[in-house]
């Protein structure tokens, strides 16, 4: 099977890539053809020298390892697909996937995507062609933007699979939700 991975794996941050490599390695083991698609919220893709976080100049070369290790690391254990720019490139790159999972991590989180980005609700996937799966993901926090919560239930009952990280995630969910019948 041909699978899309979803997630925070741009992120310099060692549980989002561990996990993203934990994740693709196990389907990999199971005999799946693994692909981050490569997709970054709007206003979190960095210039090169913004985000290092130091505070003089001294620590400029422990950043610039830091970082590089980084890449390094995603480059050499994170496959990727070209990179989605737009609604267009993330539908023409699911097109050719047999599913798609989305987290694990806080990928459902509007605070930290800055709003609601239905990105990581898999909007962009064609109902016909492509499974949506999610792996625990995360809302992070009961409280989300209202967008969240107003759009949020409809697009997970397109899910053909939904798991999330904690028991808040899923009292999230059940209140999205319509009532069952």
């Not at 610039?64 to 994170?78: A, D, G, I, S, Y």
């Not at 799966?133 to 933007?145: H, L, N, V």
Request: net charge positive.
């Amino acid at each position: 099977m041909r699978i899309g991975i979803l997630t925070f794996h741009w992120a310099n941050n060692y549980g989002a890539v561990l996990q993203a490599y934990g994740l693709a390695n196990a389907l990999q083991t199971m005999g799946h053809t693994v692909r981050f698609i490569d997709y970054t919220p709007p206003g979190h893709g960095l210039r090169w020298w913004q985000g290092w976080g130091f505070r003089s100049g001294r620590e400029l070369p422990a950043r610039v390892l830091w970082r590089l290790r980084f890449e390094w690391f995603r480059k050499r254990h994170l496959p990727t697909t070209p990179q989605c720019r737009s609604r267009t490139d993330l539908t023409a790159v699911s097109r050719r996937l047999d599913a798609v999972i989305v987290g694990s991590d806080q990928v459902w989180n509007g605070h930290l995507t800055g709003s609601f980005d239905p990105t990581y609700f898999l909007d962009f996937v064609d109902d016909h062609r492509c499974r949506r799966i999610s792996y625990a993901a995360c809302f992070g926090d009961t409280r989300q933007p209202q967008e969240t919560v107003d759009r949020a239930g409809a697009l997970l009952t397109r899910f053909h699979a939904l798991s999330v990280r904690n028991e808040m995630s899923a009292d999230l969910f059940e209140s999205f939700s319509p009532a069952a019948p």
